[in-house]
Structures are given as C-alpha cells and as structure tokens.
C-alpha cells in the first residue's frame, strides 16, 4: 500500500490518497469506514457496474449508473444526478463516491461541488488516466455545446481510493489513452517543483515492457511518481493560476481535435498525444528545442505505440483552439517543452507563428 497525502494550504485542507491492490471487495468497507456511516450516492460508470458491481456490493437504490463516453458528461446528466441526490434526501454531512473513469469523476465530482454548495466526495478511479490525474486535484466538469470542461470548479475530494486491480480490465485503448498522461508527466516532470528527482522519463524507457503488459508491480510505482508530480503542483497552485498550467501540455491542441471529432473518434489520451507532438514541433520551430530532443519525444512515443491521429486543417483547429478556456480574445496559449523535462507557457496571436 502507498499513501500519499494532498495539503491545500491556502483553504487547511488535506486529503489521503490509498493506492493499493487489494481484493476490490473490500473497497466499500474501506470507503465507508472514511464516511463513518454517512449516507452517500454512488456515481457509478456502466461498464464498471457490470463487472464490478456484485464484488463491490454497494445497494441498487443508492446507485446511479452513468453511461459510458465523453459525451455523457453533459448538463442534462448533471441535473439528473443532482435530482437523483436530493431524492435521497443527501445533506451536506453526506457523500457522493464517484467510481469510474475520468468522465464519471468530473461530472460527480461536479454535482458534489455544487449541491448544497458543497458535500463531500469520494474519487475511485478506475482507468490509468483517472488515476493518475484527474482524480486527485479537484478539476470538476461538464462539457457544452461550445467545448469541453467549460462548466465547472474547483473542488477537493475527501479521498481518493485508487486501487490497481481495477487496471487489469482495462482494453488496450482505454489503457493507453491514460498513458498519453503518463507520457505528459514525464515531459513535465522538472517544472513540477517537486523536491526530488524521480526521472521518469527514464522509468518509462527501461519499463515500458512491464507498462503495457499491466504489471501490477510497475503500475503502483507508475501511479505513484505521476501522482506525487501532480500533488506537488496543485499544493502550490490549486487553481491553475500559475504552474498549474504546465498540466495543460499537449491540451490546447488535444481539446481541439476532441471537439472537432464531437467526442466520438479519438480518445483524450490519443488526443493529448498528438498535441505533445503538436508542441514539440511548435517549439522546435521556434527555437525553443533543438533537433535531438524532437527525436527523443518521439521515440518515447513510438515505444508505446499509440494511435495516430491524422493531420487536421490548421485553420480549423487554430479557430477551435481561440475558444479554449486557456486562451484569451486574442492569444492561443500553449504549453511548450523548453529542455529536458522542462516546459514553460507561451503565447501565440498569428497563424504564421504557429504554422
């Protein structure tokens, strides 16, 4: 078992995170000992309910079941959870405990934010890519008709339970697509301001063999290093006004693409891929990289064999980019690599620069 700890020192609020690969029937005892009896609705993604649902026991009535994809994280659910809440007669000593991947935990974690103006929430993440970032750092979201996780706060959970069992019945894509995060990290991992040197990107390169093979072993470590660069830059920076924003390597054009398909082709993770590259190249053509470090990014891609993700019209993702939540009226901003594992934000206002 690895426990780590999340210290918002600005609001005094802490929070444990339990990485462990215990028998997933003990999860709920686990939780509920946390919540000390404290009544609770479980948002609770579909495929997670049918293989995990008998072993993890919670009560039918207390279950609210979220379709899987993108496209379910939307206001309409957002209210029928909501509605599902207060049916339950939830107060605001009371829970909401969101299992599942990172669409389940933003839109829960959304509700449990805003209900009541606030209750508590318990993140279980059950995909590599919730685990290792969007279950911890209170991002909460929906999305809309004019793009993704446009709607939302900040809100912290009480918990988060992470328990690498739940990996192993991961599909390929759906796996990989947490690695695009994985992957991000490591390219990040010295803007993180973290104490110590994990040097991730060379635990990538002499393990990627075990990585893909879902070794439980690796999985823990690997889980442990993204989550201990992410805890060290929501500590200092809970709400993105800052450092928070190296996160966002590879989103800006990824978010882009993702729209741009409505959600339905790409994964976030393939998505967020192809803006690593996007950036790496970005930067390389303005001089921020030289040549050998391009390569180096993508040889760490190829190892991993993600999906590729074709050329769209520059124009058309440019005019997409404009309307993210990170960019202004008049500036695309980017985060881009600036060395080994470094990066830092620009901006960019002409298409000319950016092509």
């Given at each position: ?12 609020k ?14 709920k005892?686990?939780i ?17 309910e049918?293989?995990?649902?008998k ?28 509605s599902?809440?207060l049916?339950?007669h939830?107060?605001?000593?009371d ?10 935990g ?28 969007s ?25 988060v ?14 796996f ?48 442990n ?81 993600f ?5 769209f019209?520059?124009?058309k ?5 404009k ?17 080994y594992?470094?990066?830092n ?11």
């Open positions: 078992m690895i426990n780590l700890t999340v210290n918002i020192k600005e609001k005094f802490s929070y444990p995170i339990i990485i462990n690969d215990n028998d997933i029937g003990n999860l005892s686990e509920l000992n946390l919540l000390n009896d404290k009544n609770f609705v479980v948002v609770i993604s579909e495929k997670v049918k293989l995990y649902g072993i993890l026991g919670f009560e039918k009535k207390a279950k609210f079941i979220l379709k899987d994809g993108e496209s379910q994280k939307n206001l309409k659910n957002y209210e029928k959870i909501l599902f809440c049916k339950k939830l107060t605001r000593d829970a909401i405990i969101a299992i599942g991947g990172g669409g389940v933003d839109i829960a974690g959304f509700v449990a934010a805003s209900y009541m103006r606030g209750i508590n929430l318990i993140q279980v993440p059950t995909t590599l890519l919730a685990c290792v970032d279950s911890v750092g209170g991002k909460t979201a929906v999305n809309s008709t004019f793009g993704k996780n446009l709607i939302g706060s900040f809100y912290q959970p009480k918990a339970f992470i328990n690498t069992n739940f990996l192993q019945t991961l599909n390929e894509r759906i990989k697509t947490g690695l695009g995060e994985v992957v991000k990290y490591a390219f990040i991992e010295k803007s993180c301001d973290f104490s110590e040197d994990i040097n991730l990107i060379n635990f990538l390169e002499e393990n990627y063999q075990n990585i893909l093979a879902c070794d439980t072993k690796i999985l823990k470590l690997l889980v290093y993204c989550l201990l660069l992410k805890i060290s830059v929501v500590e200092k920076d809970e709400t993105e006004s800052n450092l928070r924003k190296i996160l966002n390597l590879g989103h800006t054009y990824g978010h882009a693409i993702e729209k741009i398909t409505k959600y339905k082709k790409f994964t976030h993770g393939e998505c967020v891929v192809a803006g690593i590259i996007f950036a790496f190249d970005l930067a390389f053509k303005n001089n921020l990289i030289d040549k050998n470090y391009l390569f180096f990014m993508h040889d760490i891609i190829k190892k991993f064999n999906k590729k993700i074709p050329d019209d520059l124009k993702v440019i005019s997409v980019m309307t993210d939540k990170k960019s202004s009226s008049e500036f695309i901003r980017f985060i881009l690599p600036v060395g594992a470094k990066v934000e620009f901006e960019f206002n002409e298409l000319l620069t950016i092509s």
